[in-house]
């Protein structure tokens, strides 16, 4: 069977398990949840096509050992963060596998610890992290070395430390240079959301839509590589992100008050504005990668907020917490067609 989908039910059962616990059983019950995930993370094998990327990183990880002085970080292509990241790692073991060990580690424990400490349903924020296929994704070591770097960053948004918070934007930024992008998500905090701005919103990412093509040589600025114009699908994930903005607003208008629910709205409906350009430009459903992550918490949360009602029965609060959970495994199985190959097969 699919380790992914094995993954899934035991994360189900562990969401079930958390709630019937006080706080320190709730934090094991978590920590095994993650230490499940980081297992699938780590053990995988180089060669699983499940995890994008992860080969064009390896073959470079054995070129960087070549590298003996600063001249040779600094002419290479790709961002500084990740060449010397990857340079500390060969000191230490050259093997692929200690590769995507180390750095597994590095991006998943800062996840995890964001996720514990703003969400409140942690093991359904684990569930939609498996779902949408952002386990996967982090074999694309650059950004989510960034992204890792970025989780520590929402404290000082909501501190209002600009400071702190763009020294950890510009370390992100050593990683991967579209981190920038995350400076947006500091001013984000104080916008309120009325239906005027949605609406206005939703025409603007339809307006993107048409004009893409003429907008793709001001995006290449900003990559690595010169891209043409492509479509690659994004359809789904356009479709997706506007339903959750839709129905978050509909359903917990009343929470947008608070800093952390309001902070993570805001940042997937800027991504589902801007979802429409991958149409043209297919690579940019990674630069909005930054802002819609964060629906590992704002759906965890909508989910919470709805429970909480006072118009929420029990049972209303079963079917809306089991119509949520068969959402999330049919966007699995999207997803996550083929097999898990571990590192020992």
């Given at each position: ?39 699938i993370a780590i053990c995988r094998s180089p060669a699983d096509p499940n ?295």
């Open positions: 069977m699919n380790i992914y989908i094995v993954e899934f039910f035991l994360l189900c059962f562990n969401a079930l398990l958390y709630g019937t616990l006080e706080r320190k059983g709730k934090r094991n019950v978590y920590i095994l949840s993650c230490l499940e995930i980081l297992l995890w994008p990327d992860t080969q064009t990183y390896l073959n470079w990880f054995d070129h960087f050992a070549s590298f003996t002085s600063w001249k040779q970080f600094v002419n290479f292509s790709w961002e500084p963060g990740i060449i010397f990241t990857s340079k500390v790692i060969g000191m230490f073991s050259n093997t692929p596998q200690t590769y995507i060990v180390v750095l597994g580690i590095i991006i998943l424990v800062p996840v995890f610890t964001m996720i514990w400490k703003y969400s409140k349903y942690p093991c359904i924020s684990l569930i939609v992290f498996i779902s949408m296929n952002f386990l996967t994704l982090t074999s694309i070591y650059r950004q989510w070395c960034a992204i890792a770097i970025l989780m520590y960053s929402f404290k000082y948004v909501y501190k209002r430390d600009f400071k702190r918070f763009i020294l950890l934007v510009t370390l992100a930024f050593l990683f991967h240079r579209t981190a920038i992008l995350f400076l947006l998500v500091y001013f984000m905090y104080n916008i309120k959301v009325t239906l005027k701005k949605l609406i206005i919103g939703f025409c603007v990412s339809i307006g993107l839509i048409f004009m893409g093509e003429s907008l793709l040589p001001i995006l290449n600025r900003f990559a690595r590589i010169k891209w043409d114009t492509s479509f690659n699908g994004g359809i789904s994930l356009y479709a997706v992100l506007w339903i959750v903005v839709v129905f978050s607003y509909i359903l917990c208008r009343k929470y947008m008050q608070e800093d952390s629910y309001r902070l993570s709205f805001n940042m997937v409906l800027f991504a589902a504005i801007l979802q429409s350009l991958s149409f043209t430009f297919s690579i940019w459903s990674r630069a909005i990668l930054y802002f819609y992550m964060i629906l590992i918490i704002l759906l965890p949360n909508t989910l919470y907020n709805i429970n909480n009602q006072d118009y929420r029965s029990r049972r209303g609060s079963i079917a809306v917490n089991s119509l949520f959970v068969c959402l999330m495994f049919l966007w699995l199985l999207t997803d996550c067609q083929k097999e898990y190959i571990a590192v020992w097969q």
